[in-house]
């Protein structure tokens, strides 16, 4: 039930005053648990409204998180306890969120999933000493419980996540190929987990929809995985039904890598570049040098030089092993849907070897220099090293740390107030390196993948120094 009011906005649109009941698994709480959600709501209060604002306006183009921030900085959400458990009040809501007066359904499900999320790590997992999130096992554990509590793992499902990583701003023949992947994925029986925002990421899951809809294997599952940094650059799409929000873009990136079963990536900018990184960085440990993971590089044959260029790159930075982790393939939905599934099936037939969960990729090594939060200051980009005398996976998690600080420059709110109080970020290394990763960076930003197009030309968070 929703109660509203409306007042117009400078914007030419209407914001709206409501209450609303959670939905999905909020939606049964104990007094105790209620009263203890609220009061961590006050606590978490602007971390909360940012997200809050962001699932809101899912389904509206846009990547200007300062704008968007501005358009509605007189939103405020509450939690509150009531006779019938929990109560979320929302002030200045943006109009879109609404068809007739009463909150879209899907949105006031993942607004629901916000609240849980986030208050629940604040509650529950941040200041628990059970969770050492100094130690691997520690940052693992949280991960896995954070996925629990949203219910994403399910003991009882075959393993057929497949994880699509790629541009929210990419070109309209790449979207519609990421459509017609996701389409075969979904006739074949596939889950699709993306960062839940645009562009390839929206592609897959609408694919997918069609595909499941065709051999009724419904419901279908499109999870949205995200955190608070990124997701009012990236909202969730209009697809995702399963929304989750991990407290920082590592442990993001590990719940990736924990519930997919294999990954296809399309496409993208910096982001991409980033989750390539991890991947092939984790992947390179020789602790995994056995395990099975599909990794499919894949787009239209316009995208041909993109992935060469990619290719090239890692080939001068990680080296030919790296190389051979993934396989290209070039304007073939039919080849990477039918490569993915037998990749997974011998994902299955390793984890039974090994006895590791379907659900949980609990066996995977991962370097804490993968795990530990990097914050990318001008301080810590300056001082990253990046030289080919490091181990692979070690440099891989140092390019990782430079792509991620390029990714919050250009889209997070701290990053983009950072670069505008002290300028671009230096980024320092081999000068081979630094020239390869300097023409990969000069394309992105020739073929608009930076930001997503519409707004001011864009200018560099970054420079690079050999």
């Not at 999933?113 to 940052?139: C, K, M, Q, W």
């Not at 889950?191 to 929206?202: L, N, S, V």
């Not at 394309?443 to 864009?458: D, E, I, T």
Request: net charge negative.
């Amino acid at each position: 039930m929703d109660d509203h009011t409306n007042a117009g906005t400078p914007f030419g649109g209407t914001k709206i005053s409501t209450r609303v009941y959670p939905a999905g698994t909020l939606n049964m709480l104990s007094r105790e648990e209620v009263a203890r959600l609220s009061d961590a709501t006050e606590e978490v209060g602007e971390v909360l409204r940012q997200c809050a604002l962001a699932v809101l306006n899912s389904g509206e183009q846009g990547d200007d998180v300062e704008s968007m921030l501005r358009a509605y900085e007189d939103f405020r959400i509450q939690v509150h306890q009531v006779n019938r458990g929990m109560r979320i009040d929302l002030e200045n809501a943006p109009a879109c969120a609404f068809v007739d007066g009463k909150m879209i359904r899907g949105i006031r499900e993942l607004l629901s999933a916000v609240v849980r999320d986030i208050v629940y790590f604040h509650t529950e997992i941040g200041s628990n000493p059970n969770f050492d999130l100094a130690e691997p096992e520690g940052i693992t554990n949280t991960v896995f419980e954070i996925l629990r509590n949203a219910r994403l793992l399910d003991a009882q499902r075959e393993p057929n996540v497949v994880v699509c990583w790629g541009g929210h701003s990419i070109s309209g023949e790449e979207y519609d190929y990421t459509k017609e992947v996701g389409y075969q994925l979904g006739l074949r029986g596939r889950d699709i987990c993306t960062g839940c925002g645009p562009g390839a990421m929206k592609g897959p899951m609408k694919g997918a929809t069609i595909g499941h809809a065709k051999q009724r294997t419904l419901p279908g599952h499109y999870v949205g995985v995200s955190e608070p940094g990124i997701i009012a650059a990236e909202a969730p799409n209009p697809i995702v039904n399963e929304l989750v929000i991990l407290p920082d873009i590592e442990k993001r990136l590990e719940a990736f890598v924990r519930l997919g079963h294999g990954i296809v990536v399309f496409p993208g900018g910096v982001g991409t570049a980033e989750e390539i990184l991890f991947i092939l960085g984790i992947l390179l440990n020789p602790a995994n040098r056995e395990a099975p993971f599909p990794l499919i590089f894949s787009g239209p044959e316009s995208s041909r030089d993109y992935f060469e260029e990619i290719d090239r790159f890692i080939g001068l930075t990680l080296g030919d092993r790296a190389r051979e982790i993934y396989r290209i393939v070039i304007d073939d939905p039919v080849a990477v849907a039918r490569e993915m599934t037998r990749g997974i099936d011998q994902v299955r037939e390793w984890r039974v070897h090994v006895n590791d969960a379907f659900y949980f990729n609990w066996l995977l090594d991962i370097h804490p220099d993968f795990q530990q939060p990097f914050e990318p200051s001008h301080a810590a980009m300056r001082s990253l090293e990046i030289s080919r005398e490091l181990q692979p996976h070690h440099l891989a998690a140092n390019l990782r740390r430079a792509f991620s600080g390029i990714v919050s420059g250009n889209v997070k709110p701290q990053g983009v107030r950072a670069i505008r109080e002290h300028g671009p970020f230096e980024i320092h290394g081999e000068p081979d390196i630094m020239e390869a990763l300097d023409q990969l960076l000069r394309r992105f930003v020739a073929q608009n993948r930076m930001k997503l197009p519409g707004g001011a030309a864009y200018e560099p968070c970054y420079r690079i120094v050999s």
